[in-house]
C-alpha cells in the first residue's frame, strides 16, 4: 500500500499493489469518487502528474492515463499552461448526492458515467428545430406525399408480413438495396449478407462494443469528437486515448505516441465530426496497418458522407481494408430523417455472428413496415433523386449562411464555407471563451453549440457549431443578426 497526504490533505489514497485491479484503475477510482463526493471540489487545482507520482512512487505514465480518462470523462479540465483542475461543469445532483459518503465508501451511483458525462456535455435541445441546431435536414423538403404513399401501399399489400417478427439482421431487400447503395456510392466492399440494420448509428455503435470490447480495453478516440461515441466508450469502461486531429483528420502518428496498441479506434474519415476535415489516404493506410497489424477493430462512422457540395468523396476507409478489421457504420438520419431509427452496420465476416447476437439482444429488430418502405424508397428511385435535390439546397442555405456572417457577424465569428457536411464552424476572436458565447447566444434563442464541448484538450481558439440544412434563407439571415446582437455583449 502507498499513501499520501501532502498533495491533497483531503484525500487519502492507498493504492493496492498486489491487487488484480491496475494502478491506472485504483486511481482513477479514488479520484473520481473524491470528485463526486465534493471532497475534491469544482475548481480545485491538482498536483502535477509528475509530483503525483512520486509520491505515490508509481510511474508517470499510470498517472497520465488517470488524467486522460478523467479528462476524457469531463471530471477534469486543463487550462493552457496552468495545470489541472477539477471540472466546474460537473452536474450539481451528482455532487450532493454524493457528499454525504465516507472516504471508504465507493459513491452509489445515481447514474452511469456515460450518463453524467452526456448530463454535462451536452445541451439538452427541445422543441422544434431552430437555427442552428444542427443534425436537422431540411424537414421542409421531404417528400411526405410519397412516402405515405409508399406506406399506405406496403400496409394494404403485405399487412400480414408486417406485423411478424422477422430476421433480425433487417428487411432483406433494404439490405439489398442499401448493400448496392454504398457499394456504388462509397465503395464499401460488401453482400447484403453482411449487413446489419439497427435503430440507427448510436445503436450501431452500442451493438459493436457490446461485440469487440471488455472493460479496460484501450479505445483511440477523435479529440475534438462525437460525444455520442464518448459515452458509449465510458459505460463500456474503455481506456480512452484522445487522438487529435487536423486538417488531415485523426493524427495517427500521436495516436501511436499516446498508445500503440489500441484495442478499438473509432473514426470519422470522409467528414471529420465537428472539425469537418477528411482523413487523408496516407493516414487511411497507416490506420488499416495499425489495426493488422495489432488485430485491433476500426469503426467507421460513415455518418454524413452524402452531403459533399465540390468534388468527390474518398472512398471509404473500409474499402482500403484487406484484413477484416474495419466495421463500418451509417445512418439514414441525416440523409432522410432522425426519427425514422434505421442505420447499419456491415460486418466483418468472421464478427457477423457476433454482432448479430448483440443486435438481437438489444431489441431483437428494426420495425419491418419502416425497413420495407425505405427499400422502397431506395429501389423505385426516389433516395437517389432525394439527395441530389438536398445536395443543392443545402449548398444553397450554406451560401445564405455564408453570405449573412459576412454582413452581419464582421469581427464576431469566423465563418468559411466548407465543401461537405450539415454544420459550419464559426472561429470566435481570440481569448473570446466559446462556453461563455454559448450562453449569450442560448439566451437569445439561437441554437450553437461551443466546440469546447466536444474537446478534451481545450482547443486553441474557440468556435460555434451552425448547423444549416433545415432552415430557410430568411430564417437563416433573421437568426444571424440576432447572433450578432449576443457575441457583440460576450
Ligand atoms: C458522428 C455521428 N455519429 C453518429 C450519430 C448518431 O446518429 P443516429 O441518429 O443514427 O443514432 C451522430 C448524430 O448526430 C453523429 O453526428
Not at 454525504?100 to 450518463?115: G, I, V
Not at 467528414?271 to 476500426?298: C, D, E, N
Request: aromatic share 8%; net charge positive; proline share 6%.
Amino acid at each position: 500500500m502507498s499513501k499520501i497526504a501532502t498533495s491533497f490533505p483531503h484525500v487519502a489514497i492507498a493504492l493496492d499493489r498486489s491487487s488484480a485491479t491496475a494502478l491506472y484503475r485504483q486511481l482513477y477510482d479514488h479520484l473520481r469518487n473524491a470528485i463526486l463526493s465534493g471532497r475534491l471540489a469544482p475548481g480545485a487545482r491538482l498536483p502535477s502528474t509528475r509530483e503525483l507520482a512520486s509520491e505515490l512512487n508509481i510511474a508517470r505514465n499510470t498517472v497520465l492515463n488517470t488524467f486522460e480518462q478523467l479528462y476524457a470523462e469531463s471530471y477534469l479540465e486543463r487550462r493552457v499552461g496552468d495545470g489541472t483542475y477539477v471540472s466546474h461543469q460537473l452536474p450539481d445532483d451528482l455532487l450532493r448526492v454524493n457528499n454525504q459518503q465516507s472516504l471508504r465508501t465507493r459513491p452509489k451511483r445515481t447514474k452511469s458515467n456515460a450518463a453524467s458525462f452526456m448530463a454535462v456535455s451536452v445541451a439538452n435541445y427541445s422543441g422544434p428545430p431552430r437555427p442552428f441546431r444542427t443534425g436537422t435536414p431540411a424537414f421542409d423538403a421531404f417528400p411526405y406525399k410519397l412516402w405515405g404513399r409508399l406506406l399506405a401501399q406496403r400496409w394494404s399489400n403485405s399487412a400480414g408480413e408486417m406485423l411478424q417478427y422477422s430476421d433480425s439482421a433487417g428487411y432483406l431487400p433494404l439490405r439489398k438495396a442499401i448493400a448496392a447503395y454504398i457499394s456504388t456510392t462509397r465503395g464499401v466492399r460488401c453482400v447484403p449478407e453482411q449487413l446489419i440494420i439497427t435503430s440507427g448509428s448510436q445503436h450501431a455503435l452500442e451493438i459493436v462494443i457490446r461485440t469487440v470490447l471488455k472493460a479496460g480495453d484501450k479505445v483511440w478516440i477523435e479529440d475534438p469528437g462525437f460525444l455520442g461515441a464518448r459515452a458509449s466508450f465510458i459505460a463500456a469502461d474503455a481506456r480512452l486515448v484522445a487522438v487529435p486531429v487536423d486538417n488531415e483528420g485523426l493524427n495517427v502518428a500521436s495516436g501511436i505516441d499516446r498508445c500503440s496498441d489500441p484495442n478499438l479506434i473509432y473514426v470519422t474519415p470522409s467528414h471529420q465530426y465537428p472539425l469537418g476535415s477528411t482523413l487523408s489516404l496516407s493516414r487511411r493506410l497507416a490506420l488499416v496497418k495499425l489495426a493488422a497489424r495489432g488485430g485491433a477493430w476500426i469503426i467507421e462512422d460513415d455518418y454524413d458522407s452524402e452531403f459533399r457540395y465540390v468534388g468527390r468523396p474518398l472512398a471509404a476507409l473500409q474499402s482500403l481494408d484487406t484484413e477484416q478489421r474495419v466495421i463500418y457504420i451509417g445512418t439514414l438520419s441525416k440523409v432522410l430523417f432522425p426519427s425514422i431509427r434505421i442505420g447499419y452496420i456491415v460486418a466483418p465476416p468472421d464478427l457477423f455472428d457476433g454482432l448479430l447476437s448483440a443486435r438481437c439482444l438489444g431489441g431483437h429488430q428494426s420495425p419491418t413496415l419502416d425497413q420495407a418502405v425505405l427499400a422502397d424508397f431506395i429501389s423505385q428511385g426516389h433516395f437517389a433523386r432525394h439527395i441530389r435535390r438536398m445536395r443543392v439546397l443545402y449548398a444553397e442555405r450554406q451560401q445564405a449562411l455564408v453570405n449573412a456572417a459576412k454582413s452581419e457577424l464582421k469581427g464576431l465569428l469566423e465563418i468559411t464555407p466548407s465543401d461537405a457536411g450539415m454544420h459550419l464552424l464559426g472561429w470566435l476572436p481570440e481569448h473570446v471563451d466559446d462556453q461563455q458565447a454559448f450562453r449569450k447566444a442560448t439566451a437569445a434563442g439561437v441554437e450553437v453549440t461551443p466546440l469546447s464541448a466536444y474537446c478534451i484538450e481545450p482547443p486553441k481558439r474557440g468556435a460555434l457549431r451552425l448547423g444549416y440544412t433545415g432552415y430557410k434563407s430568411r430564417e437563416i439571415w433573421r437568426a444571424t443578426r440576432r447572433l450578432a446582437e449576443a457575441l457583440a455583449n460576450v
